[in-house]
């Protein structure tokens, strides 16, 4: 394990070329690329689809948080090992908003982020 990954919020670097470190551990969001201002939409987040991330008491999933750009804090699930683990649903209903950005913690790898743009109509 390297230490820089708990000193940084890590990211994949080429979606293109994954490592297996970055398959297990990059959040990915999935929701409408559009929604509508004001109206309830689902904003599922998950990990590991190509390498599953182990859930076991020495290495797991800690947490994952949704925000978005403006870092307006929309919500938290926390996970127990073993018992406890995702994919996690949130929804919401946002009068504004240009992206999404999902962050999840690794016990053992640290802090991982993603994004994804939305379009908000009318």
């Given amino acids: ?39 309830p939409f689902e904003v599922k987040i998950s990990w590991g689809k190509e390498v599953a991330h182990p859930n076991e008491p020495a290495h797991f999933i800690e947490w994952v948080e ?15 090992p073993i018992v406890c683990t995702g994919p996690v649903t949130f929804t919401l209903k946002l009068p504004h908003v240009t992206k999404l950005i999902a962050q999840l913690r690794c016990n053992l790898h640290g802090i991982w982020e993603s994004s994804k743009d939305i379009k908000v109509v009318d």
């Avoid at 820089?4 to 551990?25: R, Y």
């Avoid at 750009?69 to 699930?77: C, Y």
């Fill in 1 to 39: 394990m390297s230490v820089d990954l708990f000193k940084q919020i890590n990211k994949v670097k080429d979606k293109n070329n994954m490592t297996v470190l970055e398959k297990k551990h990059e959040p990915i969001i999935e929701c409408p690329d559009e929604i509508k201002h004001n109206e």
């Fill in 66 to 80: 949704l925000c978005t750009e403006d870092h307006l804090f929309l919500g938290r699930v926390d996970f127990t």
